[in-house]
């Protein structure tokens, strides 16, 4: 049975745990609803906070979504900040408290608790790591000792080229200080697949950071005047202020000692409902397992909006039980922005797949980000996988400069509708020449897809995975500007007339900028008896 | 048995019929392809058009997207410019061409025939209705005409407040013109619904467009220095250039004459795979009709993006037969930008509904376009219209100064995956501060239908649907600057300690800026035993 009047404890104030206080307000209002934080901020604006210290969030109090005081007067919260929960006593249903300031303790009694804790920033065990100019980025006090760090420094060393270390070295940049960028994988954003961040690598040189891949940080050697880094392969960097951003672990502490269960990497195990093995007790955002609705697979994904509507989902539960809508898992959506351009995914990578031993296709087109005779339409890159027996998407990532956003959502919704390459052909777009194309890139995407599956394209990915006969039809005014090594140099509209001057014994291989006319080339190739392959992309992915 | 080498002409080669081109080149290089345009040009952006005539496409050779000779070069087309198909003979199968230049005649033989005319713009059998100073805008000879025309004139009425009428009075207040808008409709662009389109009405007021609603044209008089036009109120409108833009019909006398089967308004009839009656004749684009997959009814959408997709089928049919996929139908996604406004649609309205008496609900909701702590956020006006059996998405509309293009495309995406409210919910979109919110306007759409689902929310849609006793929850500070006529001002801060100034035997009506609060206030009074109603979109949305 339902408490129509019960008892919740919060743990954690921020995302999850706030959606999940606001909606059980909703349900009643005479729910005692008590909302527990360590520090001394609720429903902050986290994904805000590397623009605070750029200053393009000028105003502090912008970021801070609520406060104590807000919440009560517009929820009746009892918000109970520096008060840190330290064990849950399961079979008395209380939680035993600690209060940050005097240290003092007291036990609070729950009908239902929700664990809302969050992650924390990854900080290895290495020599000097904790010397006090290494920093991390969670809340608004880590944000208040960075900008402060970050105004008298020149030169700053990020650690880790994943979402917030991107976030960071471009606002590092806007505050003129000299920024590295150590990442240890080939490429930054590993999440995405590394020929699709080349764009935010080079947007990142263009602007002055310095980008080392492939290199890890092995220590620390404090200096007074400054901080010394040295990477796995020896080289040592000099810096004012170094931002550790290599990932985040959940805050699994609580739960662990309450004997929760938890997945492989920590995380808290839940049901549809946000439940864990106990009941009672509740765990949403970026501490709890949740699936994945492609492949159903278990997946730990710390993300704001799904955190958001889990937060949701466990509170309509407390009020509705099984009448409450499940959660449906999330796909992974994310983007981020660097300089003048940005990148993104939802769903599966083809680099995750591989790891999965999955089946998979995929096509990487280029088309324009609206008309291209309406000005200021820019290259969009999108890349499609899909499950080669039912032609199911399985994922998406998209880079550039203008409406990435809204390929990923199209892509995102695209996922959580189960449409196939077919549905992509079809998909009817908004169209207006300041918005779009009438074919758009997700529908040119669909019909390459589309094309590999009926035998119309032969596709390689790159340059690098093409034979020796290349062709590159680009007009001759073109390639001649920027040649395409190996490749001879037939213009599409002369090709019909100098198909002799080809090998028909040997696959040919067809380039051009965009990826585009190379596909139409390998067509007039393939009908007229070659083996032909376009390769994907074109030059202009070839970076 | 398909013909490896057939011969196919197609009838218009702009959009629809540039696309059936181009894909049957890539299906076969021996198939002999002619393009019959009576016209000098093929494949120009008419989507373009206004923007060449206003100067934001500064280049008028943009807009010719292909010429003859690239088709022919890069595609190898046979295309015959100034040259007119009069008569179709179905039994010869063969198509009688008149050459506009010199007026003689030909027969050609085809295989297939594909029909892609288009639609011209509808001119009302009115008196003075052939003066020259009445113009419609279709190709590049009108945009000349138009352009030319508006060089020296001062005052420009534009009859008809639709997609077009609406970009070219944009275009003209740009080119410094005093314009005046008619339209016979109570609003402009009236496949949305009349509060969706009131910020697009506003901007045009603003920008100095005078704007007459409800009004149609009677006539017109010529006078030498200019052109009146009376209204059916009797009203008279001097002006020196007239646009017409009161709509479009189809171009089918040809399929007429050959008894090809038309649909109710003249569009010819066609199966999945754009087959007319007569199996070799195929028809795309705007002169013909396509189902809606949303309800599976027959419509005429004459949009871009739906010609190109046809064009394509067509030519798939043509060489791969019923391996071809079919045209899965239309859901009439469109756009327009006005100024700093734009609107759009997909899917049914909630007037198109009502006509066609299907059962709806409907929400409309407001949310910022990207986290609102962060700069530039602007409020996304989004209306979701659903199935109130199974929660399917049947259309939606948009409109706001941002962001516009992707919640449609979104909705879009729904709708073509069949998604529901509750899938609404769950959509997982990009977010970071720059591109969107943890929740964004799409899930609240999401949250507020199937919150009225669950009994959470009783909505109102207007302040003037709502009963006596009005609670205006804003802040006293906002309250009393803007006051809402009849409300009486509880903040919702300290409305739990005035329920006692309301009226319990009354319902009461809740209602804030953008339709949140006035949300949260109508579940503290429901908790609180009153029957309380939501008033929609708030003040912002009470224009």
Not at 19 to 40: D, K, M, T, Y
Not at 58 to 73: I, K, N
Not at 273 to 288: E, F, H, K, L, R
Not at 393 to 415: F, P, S
């Amino acid at each position: 049975m339902k408490h129509s009047s019960p008892t919740i404890i919060i743990i954690g104030g921020v995302a999850g745990g706030a959606s999940a206080a606001a909606r059980a307000r909703r349900h009643s209002e005479s729910a005692h609803i008590i909302v527990l934080e360590r520090g001394p901020d609720v429903s902050f604006a986290n994904c805000g906070l590397p623009y605070h210290i750029g200053g393009e969030i000028s105003d502090r109090a912008e970021l801070a979504v609520q406060t104590p005081q807000s919440l009560r007067a517009l929820l009746k919260l009892d918000v109970r900040t520096f008060t840190e929960a330290v064990a849950i006593d399961r079979m008395q249903k209380t939680v035993r408290v600690r209060h940050v300031e005097n240290g003092t303790e007291e036990t609070i009694a729950y009908d239902q608790l929700i664990l809302s804790p969050g992650a924390r920033p990854l900080i290895p065990p290495l020599p000097g790591i904790h010397d006090s100019r290494i920093m991390t980025l969670r809340n608004l006090q880590d944000t208040d000792r960075i900008k402060a760090a970050a105004a008298d420094a020149k030169n700053v060393l990020v650690i880790g080229g994943g979402f917030i270390g991107l976030e960071m070295a471009e606002q590092l940049v806007h505050l003129g200080k000299s920024v590295t960028l150590v990442e240890r994988n080939p490429q930054v954003l590993p999440q995405l697949d590394q020929a699709m961040v080349r764009p935010l690598e080079i947007a990142l040189q263009k602007h002055g950071v310095h980008l080392i891949l492939e290199d890890g940080i092995a220590g620390f050697e404090p200096h007074e005047s400054s901080l010394k880094a040295i990477l796995h392969s020896g080289r040592c960097l000099e810096s004012d202020l170094v931002i550790l951003s290599i990932g985040v672990v959940p805050e699994n502490g609580l739960a662990k000692d309450a004997g929760l269960e938890l997945g492989p990497r920590g995380h808290i195990v839940v049901n549809a409902w946000q439940q864990t093995s106990d009941p009672n007790i509740y765990a949403v955002g970026d501490v709890c397992e949740t699936y994945d609705p492609i492949l159903g697979t278990r997946v730990a994904i710390a993300l704001g909006g799904p955190a958001n509507r889990q937060g949701r989902t466990a509170a309509d539960h407390i009020f509705r039980g099984a009448q409450a809508q499940p959660y449906p898992g999330s796909i992974g959506t994310a983007i981020v922005r660097v300089f003048e351009v940005s990148a993104g995914i939802t769903g599966w990578s083809e680099k995750g797949l591989k790891q999965a031993a999955i089946p998979y296709q995929t096509v990487t087109v280029n088309a324009a980000s609206h008309a291209s005779y309406y000005p200021g339409a820019e290259t969009v890159t999108l890349k499609l996988l899909w499950d080669p027996q039912d032609g199911r998407v399985l994922g998406a990532q998209a880079v550039g400069k203008d409406g990435i956003d809204k390929r990923l959502d199209v892509m995102a919704t695209a996922l959580r509708g189960r449409l196939t390459i077919d549905d992509l052909v079809h998909l009817e777009l908004a169209y207006a020449p300041p918005f779009g194309s009438a074919k758009d890139v997700v529908n040119i995407a669909g019909f390459a897809a589309t094309n590999i599956r009926e035998g119309y394209l032969f596709p390689v990915a790159t340059l690098a995975e093409a034979g020796a006969q290349i062709v590159d039809v680009r007009p001759s005014t073109v390639s001649s500007k920027q040649p395409v090594a190996g490749a001879k140099n037939i213009p599409l509209t002369e090709l019909r007339d100098r198909l002799a001057e080809l090998d028909r014994s040997q696959p040919v291989y067809t380039i051009c900028q965009m990826g585009k006319t190379s596909y139409y080339a390998a067509r007039i190739l393939a009908n007229h008896g070659f083996q032909a392959h376009s390769i994907l992309g074109g030059a202009h992915h070839q970076l």
